[in-house]
Each structure stands twice: as C-alpha cells, then as structure tokens.
C-alpha cells in the first residue's frame, strides 16, 4: 500500500534534549512538508521540500532543522532551541505539477510532549 | 492578513440532517485551488474536496459538496446525510498558483454529530 508513515506515534523528551521525527513516503512524490499542530489550531508550516538536497523555511521554522537526503524520506529535528515543543507534528508529500491542484497526502502524525 | 477565515469553531447537527460549514477566504491571486480536509479523533487529515478558482461547477463528492461563491470569497463545505462517523474537526485550506508550495490553513471547525 502507498502511503506516508511517521514514527513514533508519540514521543516524550525531557526539556533541552533534540529529537527526530521520522517521515517516509511511498508515493513517490517529489514534495514533502512538515507542519505544527496546536489544540484548538490549523497546521502551520515549518519547513518543505520539494526535491532531494533542497529545502525551505515556512512559516515557523526556528528551532527545527530538516534534511532530504533521500526521496522518500524528510526527517524534522525539533532541536532544544524550540521553545514550545509540545506539538502534534503532520507530515505530508504531494507531486510537482503545475496549477494549484496538488493534493497534499498526510501521515498519520507524531504526538510530541516535553517532559 | 488571515488568508483563510473559518468562523464556526464547533457545530452540532443531527444525523441523517445536512450541516453547512463556512471557510472564506482572501487572495488576489486570481488562480488558486480550495481544499477540505477532515481529521477525526486520530489525527490524520483526509482530503475531502477540491476546487479550482476556475471550475465553473461548484465540486462535489459522494456526501460532500462544495458551495463556491467566488465573488464573495467564500467556499462552504455542505455535507449532507450526516452520519455519526463525520464527527470530526474539519479544515479549509487554499493554495495559491504564484505560491504553490504553500496549502495555508484554517483554524477549523469541531463537527459534532447526534442521534
């Protein structure tokens, strides 16, 4: 089946460590995305992909880093500068095609909480 | 400037009964694309419906439909026949084609479904 997985479904880290959340998708998309989720909030975009060796900020990038080192896979690290980690963390891929229709397929999320 | 307005933070309808909810947006890029997304209780988001700035009928799958005014900036997602399992948040988001790595958000609507 194709899809986008992201493990683990929930991760606890004390206050100042880094963490990686992973993210692989089979869909063999070109683009892939990181967003932050809060309670009560829409997503927000923290960094995106849209081909291997290159990536961009989104809208609230400080205190994350990314790599795409490969296709299918787009690591976040929540790094110990991110002052208010605890977060549901979507990530997403879609293809490159040209127009506005470019459905954005999710993985299932990461629940990150600082202890 | 809020790109994507979603005013009803939680609605309430019966089964069986048709729900309407509202997303408007803002943008003077006159080549954009309108998304609806639902994210039950897990937390994966699953994409609804789409419509392009310049589809001449407003989308429509299975239950869902999209109410698409363009003059007034507004894109409604009516969903009819509720059923118990559309109980759920739901999300408007857009894209537009000068930006298209970017699907902004809104902050959503909490669907509660009764018997």
């Known amino acids: 089946d194709g899809g986008i997985t992201q493990s683990p479904k929930y991760l606890f880290r004390k206050e100042g460590q880094n963490v990686t959340l992973s993210c692989e998708q089979n869909?063999?998309?070109?683009?892939m995305y990181w967003y932050r989720q809060d309670p009560g909030q829409g997503l927000r975009l923290i960094y995106y992909s849209q081909i291997v060796n290159d990536f961009q900020k989104g809208d609230i990038a400080e205190g994350y880093s990314v790599s795409r080192e490969k296709k299918e896979s787009f690591p976040l690290t929540v790094t110990s500068a991110q002052k208010n980690p605890t977060a549901f963390y979507l990530c997403?891929?879609?293809?490159?095609?040209?127009?506005?229709?470019?459905?954005?397929?999710f993985g299932p999320g990461t629940r990150l909480t600082v202890l | 400037a809020q790109k994507i307005t979603q005013t009803q933070p939680g609605m309430f309808v019966q089964e069986k009964e048709a729900v309407t909810l509202d997303c408007t947006y803002d943008t003077s890029d006159p080549s954009y694309g309108l998304f609806w997304y639902k994210q039950p209780s897990s937390g994966e988001m699953i994409f609804l419906i789409y419509q392009g700035s310049y589809d001449q009928q407003n989308a429509t799958e299975g239950r869902y439909s999209l109410n698409f005014q363009k003059a007034r900036k507004s894109a409604n997602l009516v969903i009819s026949a509720s059923q118990l399992g559309d109980s759920a948040m739901y999300f408007c988001a857009m894209r537009e084609v000068w930006n298209t790595d970017k699907l902004i958000f809104g902050t959503g609507t909490r669907l509660q479904v009764f018997p």
């Open positions: 869909l063999n998309h070109d683009a």
């Open positions: 997403a891929s879609s293809t490159r095609l040209a127009g506005a229709y470019n459905e954005q397929f």
